[in-house]
């Protein structure tokens, strides 16, 4: 029988799967979409998400990131982080690099999806296949929590996320992130003449149309040529539990609060590993636990933020008080980058 079946083959469950046979146990992949994904994503990652990468072995190709810069077209603020360099990496090369270790490890991907799965007292049986246990790392929309009732309503407003990449040599190893009075626009280096640009809005419009917001960026970006444009929304998700009797979520399907403070990658990494911890114990329950302590930074920093950016005259002041207060600034992006 199978230790572990993961649902989904993404950052989350492939870090999952690694975590596991490194662990000595056997983990099976079922994933419906041949590699690697490409995903809206900030592609940026905290020094404590590169550290988690390097421990099981994958160092993918990408930008050091220095620290993180906060623009508002009149003042800017930047922090730089105190214990190592962050990542900017595209998602493919990052899946690639994932994939590559899962494979030489010996942890085999079968295509497919997991629905359905029936629990038994020592089992659960799905796709075909029978584990001990069941992973869900399915995403943001996760299958597999609504298909348990662990979905939680979605609070107002709903934001979204919007992509591209434009073909221009990197201005910075700063992430930065440019803040509008609709959204914010995050700007990662991924490449020798690559940088990403994200988005994040409650308004339903067009790219072009976000970008707009911001003429400073505007300017850097000049006639680089961009690339498609990929989405994803609503960004906010609940689950009432991570852990239902032998299925237990990781990733975005374990819960998510936002892409503004950028730690969705790095929090997956170190849950993976919480999680492989728990089994490998023979303490399942104790990763709920473990999963909450892991992300409450992330919960109450990026929750905060969030509520002051739903006020028009609180948004105003986000960059204003960074600015002002920079030793503060400074240590909530270290708190959160894990320095």
Same mark, same amino acid.
């Given at each position: 029988?199978?230790?572990?079946? /993961? ?5 989350? =469950? %492939? ?31 905290? @020094? ?40 900017? /990496? ?15 490890? =010996? ?27 069941l992973v869900a790392a399915d995403g943001l ?11 939680? @309503? ?11 990449? &434009?073909?221009?040599? @990197? ?24 940088? =990403? /640009? ?9 790219? @072009? ?33 991570r852990v239902a009797g032998r299925v237990l ?6 819960? &998510? ?15 993976a590993r919480a999680l492989v911890g728990c ?7 104790? &990763? ?12 109450? %920093? ?38």
């Amino acid at each position: 029988m199978i230790d572990v079946l /993961v649902a989904g083959g993404g950052p989350a =469950g %492939l870090a999952t799967a690694i975590h596991a046979a490194l662990a000595g146990m056997e983990a099976v992949v079922v994933e419906p979409r041949p590699g690697p994904v490409d995903k809206a994503c900030g592609e940026g990652l905290m @020094p404590s998400g590169a550290a988690g990468l390097r421990a099981i072995g994958v160092e993918p190709d990408g930008r050091p990131l220095r620290g993180i810069r906060y623009l508002d077209g009149r003042r800017q603020v930047q922090a730089d982080f105190r214990d190592g360099a962050g990542l900017g /990496v595209r998602r493919t090369v990052l899946h690639a690099a994932l994939a590559r270790r899962a494979a030489d490890l =010996g942890v085999r991907t079968v295509p497919g999806r997991v629905t359905g799965p029936r629990q038994y007292a020592d089992r659960v049986e799905a796709a075909g296949l029978r584990a001990r246990w069941l992973v869900a790392a399915d995403g943001l929309h996760s299958p597999l929590r609504a298909g348990l009732g662990l979905d939680l @309503p979605v609070p107002a407003p709903r934001r979204y996320g919007l992509r591209r990449h &434009y073909r221009t040599e @990197p201005w910075t190893d700063f992430v930065e992130v440019h803040w509008a009075a609709a959204g914010e626009a995050y700007v990662t280096p991924v490449g020798p003449d690559l940088v =990403g /640009v994200a988005v994040l809005s409650a308004r339903r419009r067009g790219y @072009p149309e976000h970008l707009a917001d911001f003429p400073g960026l505007l300017d850097r970006l000049g006639g680089s040529v961009p690339s498609r444009v990929l989405g994803a929304g609503p960004l906010r998700r609940g689950a009432r539990t991570r852990v239902a009797g032998r299925v237990l979520l990781v990733g975005d399907a374990a819960g &998510y609060v936002d892409a503004l403070t950028g730690e969705g990658i790095s929090l997956a990494l170190h849950s993976a590993r919480a999680l492989v911890g728990c089994l490998r114990a023979g303490r399942p329950e104790g &990763y709920e636990r473990a999963w909450r302590r892991l992300s409450l930074l992330h919960r109450v %920093l990026t929750g905060a933020l969030l509520t002051a950016r739903r006020h028009p005259a609180s948004a105003r002041l986000i960059v204003p008080a960074a600015h002002r207060l920079p030793v503060v600034f400074r240590a909530a992006v270290n708190l959160l980058a894990g320095g």
